[in-house]
Each structure stands twice: as structure tokens, then as C-alpha cells.
């Protein structure tokens, strides 16, 4: 069980890392934005897309990172006070409960929705806008499968805690 939670936490600690920069970048494209627009009066439609597109990719492709290291808010006026026991047994079902069906319905729906953007290779609509918009639609899916990766993860944490071998 200890290989396999090694293996799963890896792939999501990898790819949060990779997409980490992508925040750098995206706060200095803004910058630019700002500049163009408030100093020189000049528009820039492709940047501002590209800021949107990495903001997209960093919140779909860091959202089980962010769970792996527990940053979500959370509401701990009741958790907080459970015993680790309980703390785990609220964390198992969270996961089994909302977590679990929560990324299948997104996987579930996304595909049609996915799979029709790239039928029609989907481009910007605004002009001189950015296309492959059908491959940032993409990152729903591969959301959803690493929040479910990330997800098995926690649970057999969860159930490890549970037998006390953690």
C-alpha cells in the first residue's frame, strides 16, 4: 500500500510542480497587460487570453496538488475538535462521498463536451483571440483524473490511519 500511495502522490507532486512557474508567468504577463494598457493605450487581446488560459491550467491542473497538501479551506468549526480517529474516519468519507463522485460527474460530463470543442478544433471568438481553446477544454477531464488519483491517495491514507499503521 506504502509503493502505491508513493506512486500515486508522485505523479500529483510532479505535476503540481511543473505548473508552478506557470503562476510567475502569468502575474508577469498581467503586468504587461497593465503597462500596455494604462501607459502606452495599447490593447492586447493574445496576452490576455494567454493570462486566462494559464489561469485555467494552474486552477485545473493544481487542484489535487493543492488537496495533496491540504489547501483547500475548509470549515473546521466541527473537525477540529474530532479526535485524528475521527478526523480520518470525516477525511475516508469525504473522499468516498463527495470527493470520489464529484470527479467521475465531471470526467462523465466533460467527454461530450470536450470531444465536440476538438470535432470542431475550437478557436477564440474574440478577433486576433488565441485558438486552441479545444485543448484548454482538455484540462476538465485531466482535472477530474487527477483529482481521482490524488483521491485513491488520501483514501488509502485515510485507511492506513485507521488500521493505526501510519
Known amino acids: 500500500m506504502n509503493k502505491t500511495i ?11 510542480r511543473l505548473i508552478a512557474p506557470l503562476t510567475f508567468i502569468m ?3 498581467t503586468c504587461g497587460v497593465v503597462i500596455a494598457r494604462y501607459i502606452f493605450n495599447v490593447g492586447a487581446i493574445p496576452i490576455q487570453e494567454s493570462i486566462v488560459y494559464l489561469h485555467g491550467t494552474v486552477f485545473m491542473l493544481g487542484i489535487a496538488y493543492t488537496l495533496q497538501h491540504s489547501g483547500h479551506v475548509r470549515v473546521d468549526i466541527l473537525y477540529q475538535r474530532l479526535s485524528i480517529r475521527g478526523k480520518t474516519t470525516v477525511d475516508l468519507l469525504g ?3 463527495f470527493l470520489f463522485p464529484v470527479a467521475i460527474f ?12 476538438w470535432s470542431l478544433k475550437e478557436t477564440s471568438a474574440e478577433p486576433g483571440g488565441l485558438p486552441f481553446v479545444y485543448v484548454l477544454k482538455t484540462l476538465i477531464p485531466v482535472m477530474a483524473i487527477l483529482l481521482l488519483i490524488q483521491g ?15
Not at 6 to 16: N, S
Not at 161 to 166: D, R, V, Y
Request: glycine share 4%; no cysteine; hydrophobic share 55%.
Open 6 to 16: 508513493y506512486i500515486l502522490e508522485f505523479i500529483i507532486d510532479r505535476a503540481g
Open 152 to 166: 485513491k491517495a488520501e483514501l488509502l491514507k485515510n485507511i492506513k490511519k485507521l488500521q493505526g499503521s501510519l
Open 27 to 29: 502575474m508577469l504577463l
Open 95 to 97: 473522499t468516498v462521498f
Open 106 to 117: 465531471m470526467l462523465w460530463s466533460s467527454l461530450d463536451f470536450v470531444s465536440f470543442s
